[in-house]
């Protein structure tokens, strides 16, 4: 099982950024796909999940309003747009995937991405 993250960048605020999330190896109609975040010194944190095969989203509070996420079952990729962008969501950003129920916890993901780095300028 493989997922590819890419799509970050620099940006300044209010802008956006879409990251995209390519997984391999399975078929991933019956995982969880999560995005989380790490900031330099900071601990890593949930942005948003999806269920694969049903569609539930949920955020943190943090992006909600302001970032999607999505599934493109046909490419087996999962996106986060992110709009209204802030200097505060400057981090690695990483695409996991777990089975079973979804989760915000980090550590319950069976599967990760190598990151990517989003960084917003004020």
């Known amino acids: 099982v493989q997922l590819q993250a890419s799509g970050g960048g620099l940006v300044q605020a209010g802008g956006s950024l879409r990251l995209s999330c390519a997984a391999s190896?399975?078929?991933?109609?019956?995982?969880?796909m999560g995005w989380f975040r790490q900031a330099p010194g900071k601990e890593r944190e949930f942005v948003a999940a999806l269920n694969w095969s049903g569609g539930s989203t949920n955020y943190a509070d943090s992006v909600k309003g302001r970032f999607t996420i999505a599934s493109d079952n046909a490419r087996d990729t999962v996106y986060l747009q992110m709009n209204s962008l802030k200097p505060e969501d400057t981090a690695v950003y990483y695409c996991a995937a777990k089975l079973g129920f979804p989760s915000t916890a980090h550590h319950l993901y069976e599967y990760w991405g190598q990151g990517t780095l989003v960084t917003v300028s004020s």
């Open positions: 190896g399975r078929t991933f109609s019956t995982y969880n």
